[in-house]
């Protein structure tokens, strides 16, 4: 049996993040799997921790574009779950019982995240699904993935680099483009 299942009562109504809540969801099982069988977990929190501020900046950037009145409030919210995730890390890497902190971590990450889906996700829900398109999300994974390959220049081929920046450049212009067949175009 799975440790922590998806439920449609978890959804948004935003497919990126529900998308999103489910890979949360997947590393929160593999956490409480290296539970089972003592695994290391080191790793997987690695991810966690690069994933969750990825989500976190993603789900953000869709409320302020929407003009979300509770962003400040989500955004303490997020930086309270970082600063605990760091503090974890922390007790790891300091010697705390690995098999112990697997299990406070993962049980604490299930509640956080059906508590926080729940109810402050919940909040956002018909406004983002009411002003947020599939185009427009297109715009925001487009302008953070030039981002990323703006940070990662320095360890991708010079000609590679310059091609994948090019093409991701070319997706966000066409993103600016009509949002529907025969709709106004973006300026």
Wanted: with cysteine; net charge negative; glycine share 6%.
């Amino acid at each position: 049996m799975t440790y922590f299942e998806w439920k449609d009562g978890y959804s948004v109504g935003v497919a990126s993040l529900d998308a999103q809540h489910k890979e949360l969801i997947r590393l929160i099982n593999r956490l409480h799997d290296a539970d089972e069988r003592g695994g290391d977990m080191g790793p997987v929190l690695e991810h966690l921790d690069w994933y969750v501020h990825h989500h976190f900046t993603f789900e953000e950037q869709l409320m302020k574009a929407a003009d979300y009145d509770k962003l400040a409030e989500h955004q303490d919210a997020h930086q309270e779950f970082e600063k605990w995730l760091k503090a974890s890390r922390q007790a790891l890497a300091a010697g705390m019982d690995v098999q112990e902190l697997t299990r406070v971590i993962a049980d604490f990450l299930k509640v956080w995240l059906s508590k926080h889906i729940l109810v402050v996700d919940m909040h956002y829900k018909a406004l983002l699904t009411a002003h947020r398109s599939r185009h427009e999300a297109l715009q925001v994974l487009t302008a953070e993935l030039i981002r990323v390959l703006e940070d990662a220049h320095g360890s991708l081929a010079a000609e590679k680099f310059d091609r994948v920046l090019s093409l991701a450049r070319d997706i966000q212009l066409c993103a600016q483009g009509p949002a529907e067949p025969g709709g106004p175009v973006k300026e």
